[in-house]
C-alpha cells in the first residue's frame, strides 16, 4: 500500500471512529488515547470519550489514560480485520502502556462495519 493511500486511510478511520462509538457500550466512560502511529503516514491522534460521544483530535487535551503505538501501515490492518490485535501485541507490533482494563475495553466500545 502506497504511503498515500495509508494516509487516507488513517484520515478515513479517525474520521470515521466518533460515528462508530456505540452511547451504551460508552456509557459512564471518560477516558483519553494517544495514538502514536509511527513510520511514512504515521502521527499523533488523540481519542477522547466522554459522556458518550467520541472525538479525535491531533492534539492532546490533558493525560491520556493509555498510549498505544503502532506502525501506520500495521494500525489500517489492525482496524481492517487484516491483523490480530492480540498477535501484534504479543510479537511487539503493537504497544501499550497506561491503563491496560481501558486497551482491553476499547473494541467493545465500537461497532464494527456500521454504513
Known sequence: MANDDI???IRAIFDEIPR???PPAAEGVDALVRFNLTGNAG???YLSIKDGEASV???SNGQPQLSISVS???FVALING???G???FLNGKLKMLGDMGLAMKLPTLF???RG
Open 86 to 88: 492480540q498477535l501484534a
Open 7 to 9: 494516509a487516507n486511510n
Open 43 to 45: 502521527g499523533t491522534y
Open 82 to 84: 487484516q491483523l490480530n
Open 20 to 22: 462508530r462509538l456505540s
Open 72 to 74: 501506520a501501515t500495521d
Open 111 to 113: 461497532e464494527r462495519g
Open 57 to 59: 483530535s491531533t492534539r
